[in-house]
């Protein structure tokens, strides 16, 4: 009776024990951690490098003052845009006014003179028919003939010299574009004949050019992956996080390696229609060098760092994460990650709440929705 009594209690507490690690694995499995898991994106990627550079307009044009004289004023509101031809700078006309009225006056009496020797020369060689007149007469006759025509040349030249100088007092704009501050005041005096005198600058902004260096070696293995042409396109960003990104259309090379730097100039174009870009921003130059045909790609907010570099947590059939080292490349779209080791295209990962998980921790997966 009395081991009978035993084998019922051993029974009702071996019952109890089950049931008791029954019940906590549920719970264990009813607690595991729900996780937002995805797929790597698989598609063609172009790989890039950046590389430091700045703009500069199509021209930048000093605006001078060639002529001595009193500024008259300025005809342009500083900072906006001028058209060609529009009148910037006025020195001083008037001297340069009568210059030109006593050309005109000279060349008139030039013109007379020559006039009157043409018509002595002719009776000259009428008269030396008659024998009323020398040979010496007759060659002194031609003689002013040749002066008289010098003198006209001579005095259509000092015409033009002077509408020249004329010209020069009315300064114009050569070109359609941005205008900087006068660098003197209405009343100062310009000896522009002396040597010409900068009284702003015209920048011409409808077309920019993007500078930057690559190194030979980085130019030799573009070459070697597969010719690249001077009309490829690239893209470079103005400010920091992509703020302004526009595409420039590569126009330049440099003939040669510039020995101290070990590197080639490159210069692209592109448009400036709106005016936006301004010559002598700095700007970030991204140049494509290489396309990986079947590119595996996750969130880049999705990878971890450590002492031993970049990590992700994948998880597998049987639902357990598993902490996974990864070799990563470029960002592509601003928000993916090329990763080049370290993942399979049908893994999944885990894409929120890093955090959160542990190398071998049970989780309850949930496929993100494909964007």
Same mark, same amino acid.
């Given at each position: 009776?009395?081991?009978?009594?035993?084998?019922?209690?051993?029974?009702?507490?071996?019952?109890?024990?089950?049931?008791?690690?029954?019940?906590?694995?549920?719970?264990?499995?009813?607690?595991?951690?729900?996780? =937002?898991?995805?797929?790597?994106?698989?598609? =063609?990627?172009?790989?890039?490098?950046?590389?430091?550079?700045?703009?500069?307009?199509?021209?930048?044009?000093?605006?001078?003052?060639?002529?001595?004289?009193?500024?008259?004023?300025?005809?342009?509101?500083?900072?906006?845009?001028?058209?060609?031809?529009?009148?910037?700078?006025?020195?001083?006309?008037?001297?340069?006014?009568?210059?030109?009225?006593?050309?005109?006056?000279?060349?008139?009496?030039?013109?007379?003179?020559?006039?009157?020797?043409?018509?002595?020369?002719?009776?000259?060689?009428?008269?030396?028919?008659?024998?009323?007149?020398?040979?010496?007469?007759?060659?002194?006759?031609?003689?002013?003939?040749?002066?008289?025509?010098?003198?006209?040349?001579?005095?259509?030249?000092?015409?033009?010299?002077?509408?020249?100088?004329?010209?020069?007092?009315?300064?114009?704009?050569?070109?359609?574009?941005?205008?900087?501050?006068?660098?003197?005041?209405?009343?100062?005096?310009?000896?522009?004949?002396?040597?010409?005198?900068?009284?702003?600058?015209?920048?011409?902004?409808?077309?920019?050019?993007?500078?930057?260096?690559?190194?030979?070696?980085?130019?030799?293995?573009?070459?070697?992956?597969?010719?690249? =042409?001077?009309?490829?396109?690239?893209?470079?960003?103005?400010?920091?996080?992509?703020?302004?990104?526009?595409?420039?259309?590569?126009?330049?090379?440099?003939?040669?390696? =510039?020995?101290?730097?070990?590197?080639?100039?490159?210069?692209?174009?592109?448009?400036?229609?709106?005016?936006?870009?301004?010559?002598?921003?700095?700007?970030?130059?991204?140049?494509?060098?290489?396309?990986?045909?079947?590119?595996?790609?996750?969130?880049?907010?999705?990878?971890?760092?450590?002492?031993?570099?970049?990590?992700?947590?994948?998880?597998?059939?049987?639902?357990?994460?598993?902490?996974?080292?990864?070799?990563?490349?470029?960002?592509?779209?601003?928000?993916?990650?090329?990763?080049?080791?370290?993942?399979?295209?049908?893994?999944?990962?885990?894409?929120?709440?890093?955090?959160?998980?542990?190398?071998?921790?049970?989780?309850?997966?949930?496929?993100?929705?494909?964007?």
């Amino acid at each position: 009776m009395h081991n009978t009594m035993k084998r019922i209690i051993f029974a009702i507490t071996l019952t109890t024990i089950i049931g008791s690690c029954s019940e906590k694995k549920e719970n264990i499995a009813a607690t595991s951690l729900p996780i =937002e898991v995805a797929h790597p994106v698989i598609q =063609e990627v172009t790989l890039t490098r950046e590389y430091p550079g700045y703009l500069d307009a199509d021209a930048t044009v000093a605006i001078v003052g060639r002529v001595n004289g009193t500024l008259e004023g300025s005809y342009y509101t500083a900072g906006q845009r001028v058209k060609k031809d529009n009148i910037l700078f006025i020195i001083e006309p008037t001297l340069y006014k009568d210059a030109v009225k006593q050309a005109e006056a000279a060349l008139q009496t030039a013109k007379a003179n020559l006039e009157y020797a043409e018509n002595n020369y002719e009776r000259m060689k009428i008269a030396i028919k008659r024998n009323a007149v020398s040979q010496i007469e007759l060659l002194q006759a031609q003689t002013n003939v040749e002066t008289g025509k010098a003198a006209v040349s001579n005095a259509e030249a000092q015409l033009s010299t002077a509408k020249t100088n004329l010209g020069y007092c009315y300064i114009k704009a050569p070109h359609d574009g941005l205008m900087s501050l006068s660098t003197l005041s209405t009343g100062s005096y310009i000896a522009g004949a002396v040597s010409p005198v900068t009284l702003a600058t015209l920048y011409k902004d409808d077309i920019m050019y993007a500078y930057f260096d690559i190194t030979d070696n980085e130019w030799l293995q573009r070459q070697k992956r597969g010719k690249v =042409e001077q009309d490829d396109y690239i893209t470079f960003n103005l400010g920091g996080d992509n703020y302004f990104r526009r595409k420039a259309k590569m126009d330049y090379l440099s003939p040669n390696v =510039e020995l101290s730097t070990g590197t080639l100039r490159v210069r692209a174009e592109l448009k400036n229609n709106d005016g936006f870009l301004k010559a002598g921003s700095y700007i970030s130059v991204i140049l494509p060098y290489k396309k990986v045909e079947d590119g595996i790609l996750i969130k880049d907010a999705s990878i971890g760092t450590d002492q031993l570099g970049k990590f992700i947590y994948i998880v597998n059939n049987s639902d357990i994460a598993e902490y996974r080292h990864i070799e990563t490349g470029d960002v592509v779209n601003d928000s993916m990650r090329l990763v080049t080791s370290g993942l399979k295209k049908d893994e999944r990962y885990v894409t929120k709440g890093l955090m959160k998980v542990r190398n071998g921790m049970k989780v309850t997966p949930i496929m993100e929705k494909e964007q």
